[in-house]
């Protein structure tokens, strides 16, 4: 019998399967096992980072054998990206609770959708519009105006799949450039700060926000993160808020990060994620808790930890050939170096990250 029918929090030894084997999944499947939890992998790919420290399934997201073998070798399951299928969701949903639901994936898996349910939910976006053809986006520029970025609805990440749109950019070549018959034109922000909140919530519906984080981001790969934000208590209050808001709204059981732009006071939501996030991987070192145990907590159906910051904490992303001082990081006192494991290095790539506590938070 599977230990994910009981009522109340799965008991130690429950085994939690994880949707990817990305270096999220590997960072949950360690928090798990600190608290007693076995996890699963399920991933298309062989030899990912979270495959080398947990039991893994290589199979195809469509493959219904596999899936239904893999449910019932599992108690709940959870994921460590977006871009599953909803369709493979569902069918596992069937045999076993899947946390968080279809429901936020669905929205999280299409900028649109995304948008759309942040204003639902009373909260401010850029302008945006959603383009399908040429025609779509020389319509959407008279909306939304310039500058703006086209980008793909869905799969983009890191920077890739985006466009920027100014006076003088042929509108024809962006199209072709995009690459996609599915985009949404977005107005260019100048922002004062990107942000992000990372809020846990838990079977009983109970929340904690982690900190605000303030991101830097180059080429459009996040670089630097910095936690917690300088900001005022007030648009701090205002940006947790807002990840409150949208975690409950899509009754969202384990982790939701919200990207935000602060301009002149106001919160815009950009993205949502509902998983770990890279800007929230400060939270190893410098929290009370990290992500990753709050995620396990989350799902197992355990009481949230507290989410306090100790120490203001940097974290900076080992981004390709970054990762080949690892030598001299580990070396360096107060540093704490994070590799993915990853076997090859590539311009781009995520290779790992280091944390430096800059000093006891509040001091």
């Given at each position: 019998m599977s230990a994910g029918r009981h009522s109340g929090p799965l008991p130690p030894g429950s085994t939690i399967g994880i949707l990817g084997g990305g270096q999220l999944g590997r960072m949950t499947a360690v928090a798990a096992a600190e608290l007693g939890y076995r996890c699963h992998i399920y991933d298309p790919t062989a030899d990912g980072p979270a495959s080398q420290v947990a039991a893994s399934t290589v199979a195809a997201w469509d493959d219904g054998e596999a899936l239904d073998r893999f449910a019932n070798a599992v108690d709940v399951v959870t994921y460590e990206f977006e871009n599953v299928p909803v369709e493979t969701v569902e069918r596992l949903l069937d045999r076993v609770p899947v946390r968080p639901g279809p429901m936020a994936l669905s929205v999280a898996q299409s900028r649109v959708e995304e948008k759309s349910f942040a204003r639902h939910c009373g909260l401010d976006t850029a302008a945006f519009w959603g383009v399908r053809s040429l025609d779509d986006l020389a319509q959407a520029l008279t909306v939304v105006g310039m500058p703006s970025i086209l980008k793909t609805n869905r799969f983009g990440y890191d920077g890739k799949g985006q466009v920027t749109i100014g006076m003088d950019t042929d509108l024809r070549h962006a199209w072709d450039e995009l690459a996609s018959d599915d985009g949404i034109l977005e107005r260019r922000i100048p922002f004062e700060r990107e942000v992000s909140v990372i809020v846990a919530r838990g079977v009983d519906g109970a929340t904690v926000c982690f900190p605000v984080t303030e991101n830097e981001h180059v080429d459009?790969?996040?670089?630097?993160?910095?936690?917690?934000?300088?900001?005022?208590?007030?648009?701090?209050?205002?940006?947790?808020?807002?990840?409150?808001?949208?975690?409950?709204?899509?009754?969202?059981?384990?982790?939701?990060?919200?990207?935000?732009?602060?301009?002149?006071?106001?919160?815009?939501?950009?993205?949502?994620?509902?998983?770990?996030?890279?800007?929230?991987?400060?939270?190893?070192?410098?929290?009370?808790?990290?992500?990753?145990?709050?995620?396990?907590?989350?799902?197992?159906?355990?009481?949230?930890?507290?989410?306090?910051?100790?120490?203001?904490?940097?974290?900076?992303?080992?981004?390709?050939?970054?990762?080949?001082?690892?030598?001299?990081?580990?070396?360096?006192?107060?540093?704490?170096?994070?590799?993915?494991g990853k076997a090859e290095t590539r311009p781009g790539r995520k290779m790992g990250h280091v944390n430096r506590r800059r000093k006891p938070f509040g001091v």
């Open positions: 459009g790969i996040l670089r630097r993160s910095l936690a917690p934000a300088p900001l005022d208590a007030e648009v701090a209050d205002a940006a947790r808020q807002a990840a409150v808001t949208l975690a409950t709204e899509l009754d969202v059981v384990g982790l939701l990060a919200v990207e935000l732009f602060i301009e002149q006071g106001r919160i815009l939501v950009n993205e949502i994620a509902p998983r770990p996030h890279n800007s929230g991987h400060w939270t190893q070192d410098g929290a009370a808790a990290s992500q990753f145990e709050q995620l396990v907590r989350a799902v197992v159906g355990l009481p949230l930890a507290p989410a306090d910051a100790l120490f203001e904490t940097e974290m900076i992303n080992l981004i390709g050939a970054d990762a080949d001082a690892w030598r001299e990081l580990a070396a360096e006192p107060g540093a704490k170096l994070h590799l993915y």
